[in-house]
């Protein structure tokens, strides 16, 4: 597990937000934006891979992925898979610590 560490001194940038549902077989879609997206997994499982790690988001986990890097799905989501996702950018250049630096 790894930990992003801001800055908050200025406020975190909130792009945009929304709520994620399909009904039918589903794949995110491959692409590198120019933000951090998080997805807050609310039922059955994303499949998402970036860059070469693969990541399963089910209900209650939290994906963070990193700006510049590319994402997509690598195995199609069941129908009735749903996420909340949120792009934000940070005012400054965030800190990347292992779990043990955050000790």
Do not use: C
Not at 38 to 43: E, P, S
Not at 47 to 62: S, T
């Amino acid at each position: 597990m790894t930990y992003l560490k801001v800055n908050v001194d200025a406020p975190i940038q909130l792009i945009s937000a929304g709520e994620f549902v399909s009904e039918v077989p589903w794949k995110h879609m491959s692409r590198s934006i120019d933000n951090f997206e998080l997805i807050l997994g609310v039922q059955e499982t994303v499949y998402i891979r970036e860059e070469r790690e693969d990541f399963e988001v089910g209900e209650g986990d939290i994906l963070l992925l990193y700006p510049g890097r590319t994402h997509k799905g690598y195995q199609e989501s069941l129908p009735g898979v749903k996420f909340y996702w949120f792009h934000f950018d940070v005012p400054a250049t965030p800190n990347v610590l292992s779990n043990e630096e955050m000790k």
